[in-house]
C-alpha cells in the first residue's frame, strides 16, 4: 500500500492566516492526488484534484501543489467555515486508494 | 448532478453481517464506479472497495476475505456486505463515487452519500 503522511495532525490558526498542511506520499505519485473537506458529522468533500486542480465551486483561497512524494495544501487567508479535518488522498494504486491521516484545523 | 443516499441496519452483534444500500440519484450510472469508504469514530477514512455497473469490482485487500460490493443497474443501486463483523467494524460507512469518465477516467470521490452509523456491540 502507499502510505500518506499528513502534517501536522491538528493546527490552530487566527482568522487572516495563510495555513499549510503538507502531505507525503511512500512512493511517486506524480500527481495523483486529491484534497478533502471534513466538517464534524458531514461526509468529506472534494477541494483540490490532481494535486493542483480546483473543484467547481470551491472559494479559491484554497489550492494544492506538489508532484512525486512531496504536496502542499494552502489556505491563503482562513475563514471561519473552513474550521474542518483535512485529508489527502492518493490513486496512483487504486488498490488500496489510501489515505493520509487527516489535519484537524481549528481557529486559535 | 449526482445524489446519493444510503440506508441499512445501524446496530450489529458480533459475527453478523452488515449490510448497506447506495442509490444513485441523476447522472449517468454506468459512468461511474461507485465505492464504499468507512470512518470509526475519531479515526481517519478507509477505503473499502468499488464497483462498476457492469460488476467489476476491487477491494480493499486488508478486507477482501469479509467483502461483497454487488450491483443493481435497474435500480441504480450499490450495495456492501461485511460478513463476521467485530467491534473493529465500527464506522460511519460512507457510498461514494470512485472515478467517472468523460473522454478519459478521472479518479476522486466527488459525490457522497450522507453516511450510514453502524455499531457493533454484543
Known amino acids: 500500500d502507499i502510505q500518506m503522511t499528513q502534517s501536522p495532525p491538528s493546527l490552530s490558526a487566527s482568522i487572516g492566516d495563510r495555513v499549510t498542511i503538507t502531505c507525503q506520499a511512500s512512493?511517486?505519485?506524480?500527481?495523483?492526488l486529491n484534497w478533502y473537506q471534513q466538517k464534524p458529522g458531514k461526509a468529506p468533500k472534494l477541494l483540490i484534484y490532481d494535486a493542483s486542480n480546483l473543484e467547481t465551486g470551491v472559494p479559491s483561497r484554497f489550492s494544492g501543489s506538489g508532484s512525486g512524494t512531496h504536496f502542499t495544501f494552502i489556505i491563503s487567508s482562513l475563514q471561519p467555515e473552513d474550521i474542518a479535518t483535512y485529508y489527502c488522498q492518493q490513486y496512483d494504486n487504486i488498490v488500496p486508494y489510501t489515505f493520509g491521516q487527516g489535519t484537524k484545523l481549528d481557529i486559535k | 448532478q449526482v445524489r446519493l443516499q444510503q440506508w441499512g441496519a445501524g446496530l450489529l452483534k458480533p459475527s453478523e453481517t452488515l449490510s448497506l444500500t447506495c442509490t444513485v440519484f441523476?447522472?449517468?450510472?454506468?459512468?461511474?464506479?461507485w465505492g464504499w469508504i468507512r470512518q470509526p469514530p475519531g479515526k481517519g477514512l478507509e477505503w473499502i472497495g468499488e464497483?462498476?455497473?457492469?460488476?467489476?469490482?476491487n477491494y480493499n485487500p486488508s478486507l477482501k476475505s469479509r467483502v461483497t460490493i454487488s450491483v443493481d443497474m435497474s435500480k441504480n443501486q450499490v450495495s456492501l456486505k461485511l460478513s463476521s463483523v467485530t467491534a473493529a467494524d465500527t464506522a460511519m460507512y460512507y457510498c461514494?463515487?470512485?472515478?467517472?469518465?468523460?473522454?478519459?477516467?478521472?479518479?476522486?470521490?466527488?459525490?457522497w452519500g450522507q453516511g450510514s452509523l453502524v455499531t457493533v456491540s454484543s
Open positions: 464497483i462498476n455497473h457492469s460488476g467489476a469490482t
Open positions: 512512493q511517486d505519485i506524480t500527481n495523483h
Open positions: 441523476g447522472g449517468s450510472f454506468s459512468g461511474y464506479y
Open positions: 461514494a463515487s470512485s472515478r467517472g469518465y468523460s473522454s478519459s477516467w478521472y479518479y476522486r470521490f466527488n459525490n
